[in-house]
């Protein structure tokens, strides 16, 4: 289990009450830290209610950069970044990488395989998805969760 002090040191100390960021390590305890660190800043925030669709959007775009975006990066070693911004009316989870590349869609014929369907769920649970090129390298993929409360 991880103590607090190891998650104050990898939140941001610019943080906002309404922006949140966390630097995810490629390794299961770091998905771990990130599943946890949403949690609470849901808890945070109160809205709680949408915790649980948010948790499993972030594992997978986390899991996404971590294992397709940056392949050749060596475990422990890729820069990913997950940011949680709390709007109006949703919730927005960003994770951001180095890599140009486009997220990959499966195709509908897809359904058999055994990887792939990533994207699937985090088209199921957000009201709107998508990612945009960061300047000079990199890209943010990111999810809009709508919340119950009006923040």
Avoid at 44 to 53: F, L, P, R, S
Wanted: hydrophobic letters at 40%; a negative charge.
């Amino acid at each position: 289990m991880s103590s607090p002090a190891q998650f104050r040191n990898r939140e941001s100390v610019h943080d906002s009450a309404r922006t949140a960021t966390f630097r995810i390590t490629g390794s299961r305890e770091g998905f771990a830290e990130a599943r946890e660190f949403t949690h609470r800043t849901l808890d945070m925030w109160d809205v709680g209610e949408c915790a649980d669709d948010a948790v499993t959007v972030v594992t997978e775009l986390a899991a996404n950069a971590v294992l397709h975006a940056l392949p050749d990066v060596p475990p422990g070693g890729a820069d990913v970044r997950l940011r949680l911004t709390l709007r109006r009316a949703h919730l927005v989870c960003a994770v951001t990488d180095q890599c140009d590349t486009p997220p990959l869609y499966p195709s509908p014929g897809d359904s058999l395989l055994e990887h792939g369907r990533g994207l699937h769920i985090v088209e199921a649970l957000s009201a709107h998805w998508g990612w945009t090129r960061r300047a000079p390298l990199g890209k943010t993929v990111w999810a809009m969760l709508p919340t119950r409360t009006q923040a």
